[in-house]
């Protein structure tokens, strides 16, 4: 259990912050700035790294209960959030870009990894609730393509969300964002057709229609909330939390590929065809989503279980998850910085192959 209240107070400690900073406490959004970036990236320098034998807590209860109080707080901070940036009393504009900046990183950062815990559970409360969230961020669309493509095509050409070696996170962006919603798309469609043709199901409606009308329904209150400053705030947030999901797919299968076998199909996916980090407070406060490789191969286990892979069965960055995107940010420095971690993640009696 005392994993718990560490996971719980590091994704929630911040959003206290920003709740007191958007309730007309100034400071509050600094403090809330300064934890997602400052605190964070010092704490992950000093405080030990995470290890492979790290005894994970195995209440997954008390888990989903955390997940669900993250993801309710983010579908009534964005609002708020909004709210409080658009109208008086104004608090000056630097507080106010900074409380912005700590809203979208807290929900790039924090909402988006529970969202994404959220669709791999089951029951259709949990998914239903993260669906909820991705839509509120104008990205429904993923929970269809992150479940039904990513992780069947995962370090093959086939899967829009694996960056390739040499391709910057800026055409990333674009090829990712647009590819995964048409995979996505394709994935339903055939898997509708499948349920029909199978069993003669009719089903609810499509998928992608939720997410579009959840979409619809974000901006409408964005719009009843402060006109269409309010709609400019709030798809602005959104375009920042979804910049910072795609940055980590970005980084978290950069350059890595499934060898191809005789018979043209990839080969089994391993530990070694995803990125770690180990760094201990920013993996917490993002519910472990740098054990990325344990997720790939054990989705439905709870965030709080996850292992991390001995650093010789799998790459692991030599930075934080949220260092190595910032990086991600600067192309050619993320080249030259990740090159040499590259070439040994392909070294002899590797599985991984070029991209």
């Known amino acids: 259990m005392r994993q718990i209240f560490l996971f719980a107070g590091s994704a929630l400690v911040p959003l206290a912050a920003l709740v007191a900073g958007f309730a007309g406490f100034a400071p509050g959004a600094w403090a809330a700035l300064g934890y997602m970036t400052l605190f964070v990236a010092l704490a992950d320098q000093l405080l030990p790294q995470a290890a492979p034998a790290d005894a994970e807590d195995t209440e997954f209860p008390a888990a989903d209960a955390l997940l669900a109080t993250i993801g309710f707080a983010a579908l009534v901070v964005l609002p708020c959030g909004v709210h409080a940036l658009v109208r008086p009393p104004d608090p000056g504009l630097a507080t106010r870009l900074a409380g912005g900046l700590a809203l979208g990183l807290w929900l790039g950062q924090v909402a988006v990894p529970a969202a994404h815990e959220l669709i791999h559970r089951g029951g259709f409360r949990f998914v239903r609730l993260g669906v909820a969230i991705y839509a509120a961020l104008l990205f429904g669309h993923h929970a269809s393509a992150h479940r039904l493509v990513h992780h069947r095509l995962v370090a093959t050409p086939d899967d829009p969300n694996t960056a390739r070696d040499g391709e910057g996170f800026y055409r990333f962006f674009r090829r990712a964002w647009a590819g995964s919603f048409r995979a996505g798309l394709a994935a339903e469609n055939r898997l509708r057709r499948e349920r029909r043709h199978l069993r003669g199901w009719s089903g609810p409606l499509h998928p992608y229609a939720v997410y579009l009308a959840g979409g619809m329904a974000a901006l409408a209150l964005a719009f009843a909330l402060g006109g269409w400053a309010g709609v400019a705030i709030w798809a602005a947030l959104a375009l920042h939390a979804q910049g910072q999901l795609l940055l980590s797919d970005y980084v978290q299968h950069y350059g890595l590929a499934r060898a191809r076998q005789p018979d043209g199909t990839p080969a089994p996916q391993t530990a070694a065809h995803s990125w770690n980090a180990a760094p201990w407070l920013s993996g917490r406060m993002m519910l ?29 960055l030599p930075w934080s998850l949220p260092a190595a995107c910032t990086l991600a940010l600067v192309p050619p420095l993320w080249r030259r910085a990740i090159a040499p971690h590259l070439a040994r993640a392909r070294g002899p009696g590797s599985t991984v192959a070029k991209a």
């Not at 054990?291 to 001995?310: E, G, V």
């Open 288 to 316: 472990n989503a740098g054990r990325h490789s344990d997720h790939h191969l054990n989705p439905a286990r709870p965030f709080s279980a996850l292992r991390l892979p001995p650093a010789d069965q799998a790459p692991r």
